[in-house]
């Protein structure tokens, strides 16, 4: 019943740009927060942005802020990241994870999140 999906991933050059989505289903989208997580191969799962369930707070890992803007429209049940100056670091399966409505912890646990989409494969490289 509860879908996430994410789109817009896809082969990008350095400095290059792209807008990923997550579209909700299923559940009470504008009732919770939301991140978007990453992971490279061989790497952890890295919180990357998140925000609040009105959209009025928004938060970044070092390594993303001021290249990458969080932002959802709850009328679509859409989330969206939209990514500028992009790096060959920043090559990843990006995620979007719905937030668990207590007991939170480090934004970078996967047991943070309730629900959570297939993912989209980011690759940056010349």
């Known amino acids: 019943q509860v879908q996430l999906v994410e789109s817009g991933g896809g082969p990008v050059q350095p400095g290059g740009s792209l807008k990923l989505s997550c579209a909700g289903s299923?559940?009470?989208?504008?009732?919770?927060?939301m991140s978007w997580l990453r992971q490279a191969p061989g790497k952890g799962l890295e919180w990357a942005s998140f925000?609040?369930?009105?959209?009025?707070?928004?938060s970044y890992a070092d390594s993303v802020k001021g290249r990458f803007t969080i932002s959802r429209d709850n009328s679509k049940n859409t989330l969206y990241l939209e990514m500028n100056s992009l790096q060959p670091d920043d090559t990843a399966v990006y995620y979007c994870?719905?937030?668990?409505?207590?007991?939170?912890?480090?934004?970078?646990?996967?047991?943070?999140?309730?629900?959570w989409g297939q993912g989209t494969q980011v690759t940056v490289s010349s």
């Open positions: 299923g559940y009470a989208f504008g009732n919770y927060h």
């Open positions: 994870g719905v937030a668990r409505q207590t007991n939170m912890r480090s934004l970078e646990r996967r047991d943070n999140y309730i629900y």
């Open positions: 925000i609040n369930n009105g959209g009025r707070t928004t």
